[in-house]
C-alpha cells in the first residue's frame, strides 16, 4: 500500500534512487550522480507487499547559486559564476588536500588556485592567457563526482542530552529476519 497524499516527500540528491536498488537488489531505478536525472516518478515493487516511489527532487529556487552547486542541485554548465562557487569550496576544504588533489604548490587566493590548476592542466585561452573559468569547472566537476574529500564533523554529543539506553534484541529475531523459521 502506498499513501501519496500526506506522507509524500520529495527530497533532492540523497540517493532515494539507489535505496531502491539496494531494496530490491537489482537495478530497478536509473541512477546519476547530474542533478534531475529522474525525471518522473515511478513506482516500484520491492515485493508482493511494499511498493516504493522514485521521485525527482525538489530544488528551492530562493537558494543562492554557490550553495545550489555545492549541493549538487544545478548542473556545473549552468553556472554563473564558477569561480565564486571555487571560493566557498576552498573556504571547507582542507588546503592540503587540494595541492594533493590537483598536483600543485600551495596557494593564496582563489585566483592563484585556479592559475595553478590551469598551468597544470594547460587551459590556456587564445593569445595565451590561462583559461580560469575552465579551471574552475574542473573543479566543480571534481566536486559534484566525490573526487575532493569533504565532511563535517558532528557535534559533540553532550551527556545526558540524548537517553543512551541499549536494548537487547528479542530471541529470535534475527532467525526470523533470516528466514530460517
Known amino acids: 500500500m502506498c499513501i501519496r497524499d ?25 541512477v546519476s550522480s547530474v542533478p534531475g536525472h529522474t525525471k518522473a516518478m515511478q ?6 507487499k511494499v511498493k516504493v516511489l522514485d521521485s525527482p527532487g525538489v530544488v528551492f ?13 544545478i548542473k556545473v554548465e549552468e553556472v554563473q559564476d564558477p569561480v565564486g562557487v571555487i571560493e566557498e569550496i576552498l573556504k571547507r576544504v582542507n588546503k592540503i588536500d587540494m595541492c594533493t588533489l590537483y598536483r600543485i604548490a600551495d596557494y593564496d587566493s582563489v585566483t592563484e588556485f585556479l592559475c ?7 587551459k590556456v585561452k587564445k593569445g595565451g592567457a590561462l583559461d580560469l573559468e575552465t579551471s ?18 558532528p557535534p559533540e554529543l553532550i551527556p545526558g542530552e ?3 539506553t541499549v536494548t537487547e534484541r528479542p530471541v529470535g529475531m534475527e532467525e526470523e529476519r533470516m528466514g530460517n523459521n
Open 6 to 30: 500526506r506522507y509524500q516527500r520529495r527530497v533532492h540528491g540523497v540517493g532515494k534512487s539507489s535505496v531502491i536498488n539496494s531494496l530490491k537488489r537489482s537495478k530497478a531505478a536509473s
Open 43 to 48: 513506482e516500484i515493487y520491492i515485493d508482493s
Open 61 to 73: 529556487s530562493d537558494e543562492d547559486e554557490k550553495i545550489k552547486v555545492l549541493r549538487n542541485t
Open 116 to 122: 595553478s590548476i590551469a598551468r597544470v592542466r594547460n
Open 136 to 153: 574552475a569547472k574542473i573543479v566543480l566537476h571534481d566536486w559534484v563526482d566525490g573526487r575532493i574529500k569533504f565532511f563535517t564533523v
Open 162 to 164: 540524548i537517553n543512551t
